[in-house]
């Protein structure tokens, strides 16, 4: 896996585009989001966004499944965390959003900052907005010219997808699996282990997308099936807010996927590099160190709209 691509969150599955083309189609995504480094080639297959997002409503009050009480005793384990969040995506109520409508995502993260834009500045907060189609297969925002840019996601499977019964945890992962396998490396490169990129996979569906409640509680359980996945105690989103993270750690980085202690609500995401590692492309390279910070980010606010573009 090309680590570059996966902190600069490349995540759609479309056709290779020039260096020339995806810096002016996404140049303002990526300059208020996380980090406008170009890579050392096009990669193959499409890779993980970190950016963040959830439809659900805030779920406090909803009965056990929801909530734990206060002062509660710290999560133990992964299946722990999973039951918990799953029970508390079942208790929350659909949305109820139409197929033809989009989900609308407002972040806070922390801005570009060193490696040529590998690490983030975490004194420094910008905010960016992204739309996701309801079906899970399209995501678009406006470019520095106003003009508003649309592109498929990763990895080709969408809400809608997810969503046909049977829904469980092993439906949803064999389903992810599936189209995961395809995408398997890109010329040169070593494959990316299965687990890293369920894990990946997960982080994005979570983050982006208006997964009914069945769908979103069996991808929670799904995560306690993947080997490697360990629980964050006491992790910080960008906005300074406090909670309990899912967390897996690949060759190069690892990534928290942060929610509330006290009802399972999405928080944000944070990466940090794990080793150092030197990167190279066309007329540059850079020398990441350990304990580099590549992402941080929090949710705003969601909300459905009728096209992208418009806000709730």
Known sequence: MDDLNAVRRLRRSVPEMTPQAEGAARARLLTEVRTPAPPRRRPARPVWRLATALVLAVLAGLGWTATRAPGAAPVASVRELSEWAAGAAEGAP??????????????????????????????????????????????????DKGELLVQYTHPGVGAADLA????????????????????????????????????????????????????????????????????????????????????????????????????YRFLGTYGVSVTDRAFTWTGGSADVPAGTPVTWTAQLGTGLVDEPGRRP
């Not at 609308?104 to 907060?125: F, I, M, Q």
């Not at 396998?181 to 997960?202: C, H, K, V, W, Y």
Request: net charge negative.
């Open 164 to 263: 046909v019964e049977p829904v469980t945890a092993q439906t949803v992962t064999d389903r992810l699996k599936a189209a995961l396998r395809p995408l398997d490396s890109s010329a040169g490169d070593p494959p990316t282990p299965m687990n890293e990129r369920l894990f990946q996979a997960i982080y994005q569906l979570m983050g982006e997308q208006a997964l009914p409640p069945r769908v979103r509680a069996a991808l929670f359980r799904a995560l306690s099936g993947i080997e490697g996945v360990q629980v964050i105690p006491d992790a910080v989103d960008a906005a300074g807010r406090r909670g309990v993270a899912f967390s897996y750690t690949g060759d190069w980085a690892r990534y928290d996927l942060i929610l509330s202690p006290a009802d």
């Open 94 to 143: 659909d949305p109820g959003a139409r197929g033809d409508q989009w989900l609308y995502v407002k972040e806070l993260s922390a801005a570009p900052g060193a490696y040529s834009g590998y690490g983030v500045d975490t004194g420094r907060r910008i905010t960016s907005e992204v739309w996701t189609s309801v079906d899970g297969k399209k995501i678009a925002w406006y470019d």
